[in-house]
């Protein structure tokens, strides 16, 4: 049977979230996924949200009323997959307890704002990161407070050149867990879409979409 997602776009413009949004659509579609793209918040948590098998908010903020995001919560905990890159997963849906629980990780600053910085790969032994080697990257390093249950394919460093009490932290840049019976996958990677183009991570996100999926 086709696999079928669900990938939702809004919020801060700086992010180009209808850009991004569609190039995870080309990325799925090349796997034979028939992918849903929309701005619509709502169908996160239509009644029907559980025949996904993969769920990607491309969404900086935004709220979804109590009981759609109960029904959105137990599609993940039946098996839907939930994926995010960036401010996706990160600040989506800030003040809702049951979505940070499930996306496990919290955006709260990038010092520095636009600077280069290493991601280093620590497991090339998973298949999301196999054949790619460590690599500097210009954008926004994020910091970022996460589930401890996560388990980390990549991560960077903090110089503390912005931030000197923050000095030599590491934080992680990729990683992937649980909720229940569905898979998460998260990547900082892509504050905007044109970094979605840089071959590490668009391989990155491709693989961590399909690793997601149901």
Do not use: C
Not at 136 to 146: D, F, M, V
Not at 153 to 161: D, H, K, M, N, V
Not at 162 to 168: E, I, Q, S, T, V
Request: charged share 20%.
């Amino acid at each position: 049977m086709t696999k079928k997602a669900l990938v939702v776009w809004g919020g801060m413009e700086l992010h180009t979230p209808e850009r991004g949004a569609h190039v995870v659509r080309q990325l799925l579609e090349e796997e034979g996924f028939a992918v849903t793209v929309t701005p619509d918040y709502d169908t996160l948590g239509a009644d029907d949200v559980g025949a996904n098998d993969l769920i990607v908010p491309v969404i900086t903020d935004g709220t979804l009323a109590p009981e759609k995001m109960n029904n959105l919560i137990a599609a993940i905990r039946a098996g839907t997959g939930l994926a995010g890159y960036h401010m996706g997963l990160a600040t989506t849906f800030r003040a809702s307890v049951p979505f940070r629980y499930a996306a496990s990780v919290y955006w709260v600053q990038h010092p520095g704002n636009i600077m280069t910085y290493k991601v280093d790969v620590t497991r090339s032994d998973h298949p999301i990161m196999a054949g790619i080697e460590s690599f500097e990257h210009t954008s926004e390093q994020y910091y970022l407070n996460y589930d401890p249950a996560v388990d980390v394919l990549a991560t960077t460093t903090f110089s503390g050149e912005h931030h000197p009490w923050r000095k030599d932290v590491v934080m992680p840049v990729v990683f992937i867990t649980t909720h229940d019976k569905g898979r998460v996958f998260y990547s900082s990677l892509g504050h905007t879409a044109d970094e979605l183009e840089i071959p590490q991570i668009r391989t990155i996100l491709k693989r961590g979409l399909l690793w997601a999926a149901r």
